[in-house]
């Protein structure tokens, strides 16, 4: 099982940022899913952001990123993506993306043990 999230870097307030996640190795034909996006910002724990559920293609962000936040998914079942807008500074943090069985709620899924990639940083700095 591989994860990999690419796209951050540094970015001023009001700035944006597209971010990739390229995943590997999940059975993604044995069950319904969830892909989303999490992050952990410095002395925090890892807070579940965004998800996209694999049937419907319903999603769910959570009110810090509501409005400013779009996931997606490509055109490739192990890919996802995260536009982001109108950052703020409270946004920095490491993103990091996943994979999960879709009746886990996001809550739970950031606690997942496992693989999770080495994430990619995002900076919102003037």
């Known amino acids: 099982v591989q994860l990999q999230a690419s796209g951050g870097g540094l970015v001023q307030p009001g700035g944006s940022l597209r971010l990739s996640c390229v995943t590997s190795?999940?059975?993604?034909?044995?069950?319904?899913?969830?892909i989303g996006w999490f992050r952990q910002a410095p002395g925090k724990e890892r807070e579940g952001i965004a998800l996209?559920?694999?049937?419907?293609?319903?999603?769910y962000y959570v009110d810090a990123v509501k409005g400013r936040f779009t996931i997606s998914r490509g055109n490739a079942k192990n890919t996802a993506f995260l536009q982001m807008n109108n950052l703020k500074p409270e946004d920095t943090a490491v993103y990091y993306c996943?994979?999960?069985?879709?009746?886990?709620?996001?809550?739970?899924?950031?606690?997942?043990?496992?693989?999770w990639g080495q994430g990619t940083l995002v900076t919102v700095s003037s």
């Open positions: 996943n994979v999960w069985p879709s009746e886990l709620p996001l809550t739970t899924a950031a606690t997942m043990r496992g693989v």
């Open positions: 996209i559920n694999s049937r419907g293609g319903s999603t």
């Open positions: 190795g999940f059975r993604l034909d044995d069950y319904p899913y969830a």
